[in-house]
């Protein structure tokens, strides 16, 4: 997920100090904007990383073989944690045993069940966390997550509260998102469509994901947009676009305001 980028875009727009008229954002609600998004964004991406470390099982096959298959995958990779299968279902506890507990950059704690049902060409996989943190950001809540074999694609819908651990900042977030490979398979990356929405100290945030491309090789997706409205109606937009091989186009607007960098496969601004 790259949602972060909006986090990294909100701190240039606040560091510019941003002064807008109309429907665009003042400095402070920028900042605001950014501490919102940013513990959104954490919560979002370490349940990311459980989804994705829970999609090694063959689609097609029955779902108590599938559920084996996942747990012997989940212990090979994160061999901190305990596994109790009962057919379909996994009840995960990380940091119950010794051994690394890190996947795709999160350290695990908690637990977490998931259950493999057959969905028609595809198959459902239910997800419930408690607690489930990796000492940034701590979440309880549930995705439900359905691949289609014929159309190859995901579309995760999940609810989930979290708290920032540092300073205990709370939020409640809903998302309802479909992703699609990109040519070349999820190896080269995915297509991602849909609606993120969260509560948070100052009201009721929503971003939607418009066609976002992500390559795993690029630091920013290279073409679609987010769009980001605040809870007093205050809207900013981030749209991508490829201009090379190595460069992506940022534009960011907020109300009159417009911000347009160019950023680098090694990540640099300009």
Same mark, same amino acid.
């Given at each position: 997920?790259?949602?972060?980028?909006?986090?990294?875009?909100?701190?240039?727009?606040?560091?510019?100090?941003?002064?807008? %008229?109309?429907?665009?954002?003042?400095?402070?609600?920028?900042?605001?904007?950014?501490?919102?998004?940013?513990? %959104?964004?954490?919560?979002?991406?370490?349940? %990311?990383?459980?989804?994705?470390?829970?999609?090694?099982?063959?689609?097609?096959?029955a779902a108590e073989q599938a559920a084996q298959d996942l747990s012997a995958f989940i212990q090979s990779q994160l061999p901190c944690a305990s596994i109790t299968l009962s057919g379909n279902t996994l009840a995960v506890v990380?940091?119950?045993?010794?051994?690394?507990?890190?996947y795709d950059g999160h350290t695990f704690s908690g637990s977490e069940t998931i259950s493999i049902s057959p969905n028609?060409?595809?198959?459902?996989?239910?997800?419930?966390?408690?607690?489930?943190?990796?000492?940034?950001?701590t979440v309880s809540g549930t995705a439900n997550v359905t691949w289609d074999a014929v159309n190859p694609s995901r579309h995760v819908v999940h609810s989930l509260d979290w708290t920032r651990v540092w300073d205990n900042r709370t939020g409640h977030g809903t998302a309802d998102l479909t992703q699609t490979p990109l040519s070349g398979g999820v190896v080269v990356g995915f297509q991602e469509s849909g609606t993120r929405t969260w509560t948070g100290e100052s009201g009721e945030w929503t971003l939607d994901v418009? *066609?976002?491309?992500?390559?795993?090789? *690029?630091?920013?997706p290279q073409s679609g947009s987010y769009v980001l409205t605040t809870p007093d109606a205050k809207t900013a937009t981030l749209s991508f676009s490829r201009v090379d091989a190595s460069t992506i186009a940022v534009e960011l607007t907020s109300g009159n305001s417009t911000f347009t960098f160019d950023v680098t496969e090694t990540g640099q601004t300009s």
């Open positions: 997920m790259r949602t972060t980028f909006l986090i990294a875009a909100f701190l240039s727009l606040n560091a510019c100090l941003l002064r807008t %008229s109309g429907d665009g954002m003042t400095t402070s609600q920028a900042s605001e904007a950014l501490d919102e998004a940013s513990v %959104s964004a954490q919560a979002s991406e370490l349940t %990311s990383a459980s989804i994705d470390v829970s999609t090694n099982f063959t689609i097609g096959e990380y940091g119950a045993n010794p051994g690394a507990c890190t028609g060409t595809g198959v459902e996989v239910d997800h419930t966390w408690t607690k489930f943190s990796d000492g940034v950001v418009n *066609d976002v491309q992500v390559r795993w090789a *690029d630091p920013v």
